[in-house]
């Protein structure tokens, strides 16, 4: 039996919802509100992007925060409530489940979450640890899924989805990345263990990024050879991290050719 962190959440869509308008919400007095020119869907995504940052937060923050009329803010976010984008308590906001269920879908490859999914399973039952499917997103390792035995807690908390670079994951995309990228100063000596990497095939992370969780990450390519997506092992300190390399390698073999078929 294995655990995975892509269960759906359940909540039922209204009815009926009327349609959003792109102009400009009325104020109190019936004029159109002073929004700076923001049609209605750019206001909802800024309020969702604040709440990613004000969870919990009343819709009085929240207009403030996103430089919206208060009556403004609040006519959206009673819609976001209504469409299941959005959850409200006691006059507190927060992201809602249908945000959860159209957001855990996106994936950078066409067919990479379900030709990696049997796959992640297989890898580990095999090595009896949890094993990650991740790509690089603006900077960050994002995680997609997480896969692990019944009996194996994961190493890291369930509900954080990214993560720095520089993680064993991150360190695999970033080699085979283009420049450019939003990543900060580099390590001075990161040029060469880019060089590594890529001849190697893999990458390590040795307590780097989270004390007592190390990792390790190999490429998965797509059809014409370029990375998509690292798939990790995770493990404690006592593992050699080199004994992995060749099980999620396989794993990773048979993500790609699964890729070639979905084309």
């Not at 009815?15 to 700076?36: E, H, K, N, V, W």
């Not at 283009?178 to 040029?191: F, I, N, Q, S, V």
Request: net charge neutral; glycine share 10%; proline share 9%.
């Amino acid at each position: 039996m294995h655990r995975s962190n892509t269960a759906t959440a359940t909540a039922s869509a209204p009815a009926r919802i009327g349609p959003l308008s792109s102009a400009p919400l009325p104020g109190a007095d019936g004029a159109p509100a002073a929004t700076a020119g923001r049609s209605v869907l750019e206001g909802a995504f800024a309020l969702l992007n604040a709440l990613r940052q004000e969870e919990g937060a009343g819709v009085t923050v929240l207009a403030s925060v996103c430089g919206l009329p208060k009556t403004t803010a609040y006519r959206l976010l009673d819609q976001l409530v209504e469409l299941g984008a959005v959850e409200r308590s006691a006059g507190h906001y927060r992201i809602g489940p249908g945000m959860f269920r159209l957001g855990h879908r996106w994936q950078p490859h066409p067919g990479l979450r379900s030709a990696a999914e049997r796959p992640l399973r297989r890898l580990a039952a095999v090595t009896g640890m949890t094993v990650g499917l991740a790509v690089l997103h603006q900077g960050q390792t994002l995680i997609l899924d997480w896969s692990t035995t019944a009996d194996v807690p994961p190493p890291v908390p369930d509900d954080r989805q990214t993560w720095p670079w520089c993680t064993a994951a991150g360190k695999v995309l970033t080699a085979w990345a283009e420049p450019g990228l939003p990543l900060g100063p580099l390590p001075r000596a990161w040029p060469d263990e880019a060089a590594r990497i890529r001849e190697y095939g893999a990458a390590y992370d040795r307590e780097e990024v989270l004390e007592g969780v190390c990792c390790t990450a190999v490429p998965v390519y797509a059809a014409d050879g370029v990375p998509v997506a690292a798939l990790s092992v995770l493990t404690d300190p006592g593992h050699r991290l080199e004994r992995l390399t060749d099980p999620a390698r396989r794993a990773a073999t048979a993500i790609t050719t699964a890729l070639g078929r979905h084309r």
